[in-house]
């Protein structure tokens, strides 16, 4: 099965590319399904799931997309470009390790859905989720990648060259994706009318009040 393989390529290194695509595409679209239930699961309620379950992976494939052009170059520019294929397979077993671990995470979120109805306070939990993956997803990547930095320490930097770009790439694509979670009393919608927008000043101010309960 594409999960075993995964686990056992982000423990032993190897792994298909297909067996990260799968685990992606089915364990981003479980996840989806439990954080668009937010609002109920009636039968208005449904198209909500569904979008979301298809946000989820492509949240996770648009963000590593976006983010590999400018690896590419860096690694070229670096004199990497002959180690690339396998920081290309390294990256790709880490996305397949995202859509594991959100999809183990899943029924968290759905616990979380039966004991709060505080919207923003659930939009700020399905976010740890996704940081709980992507932490978790990128100790694998550093195990894969421990191999490149025997070989060329130049590797190290590319590694943490990576893991800011995703993050960067990814808080703006989650922040334009939205809605994820289907704010209550609003129809589904697959976007937002207010889709653009810099996610690092607006994000924080929905931490906050969700912290403060407002």
Known sequence: MPIARILQAADRGGGRFRDALAAVVWGGALYGLIMGSFAGLTLERWPQLAFSALKVPLLIFATMLLALPSFFVLNTLDGLRADFKEAMRAVAITQGTVGIVLAALAPYTALWYFTSGN????????????AIASVAAQRVLRRRYQPLIAKNSRHRL???TWMVLYVFVGIQMGWTLRPFVGEPGTPPTFFRKDTFGN?????????????NGR
């Open 199 to 211: 996610a690092y000043l607006i994000v924080p101010e929905i931490v906050w009040r969700a912290v």
């Open 119 to 130: 919207y923003p306070a659930a939009t700020t939990f399905n976010g740890v989720m996704f």
């Open 158 to 160: 590319l590694l943490w």
